[in-house]
């Protein structure tokens, strides 16, 4: 079934992956469910460690730069919703 509306991706990082600097030109939700996570956002560095403090959610504004990386020794389990189909990506 396709949407109309909105996309949810899954998006699973293995340790030291990385999903580069980039944004949207819309807003974008991430919600961490496993895994030791470093998110770099406009060049501030946050780290969320959902096996720890359990799961974790952060909502990227419109045209924010932001990267993601696995820090942890283990896989992580995220989602990203977008409230668009087929959202573009800008690498930074």
């Given at each position: ?10 998006q ?5 992956d ?23 956002l406009?060049g ?49």
């Amino acid at each position: 079934t396709v949407s109309g509306a909105c996309e949810l991706w899954e998006q699973p990082l293995k340790p030291n992956d990385v999903i580069p600097m980039h944004y949207h030109l819309i807003e974008e939700t991430i919600t961490f469910a496993s895994g030791r996570i470093k998110v770099t956002l406009d060049g501030a560095d946050y780290e969320i460690n959902a096996d720890q403090d359990g799961t974790s959610t952060m909502l990227i504004p419109t045209r924010l730069h932001h990267e993601i990386r696995n820090i942890g020794h283990t896989a992580t389990s995220m989602l990203a919703f977008f409230p668009a189909v087929e959202p573009q990506i800008f690498k930074v």
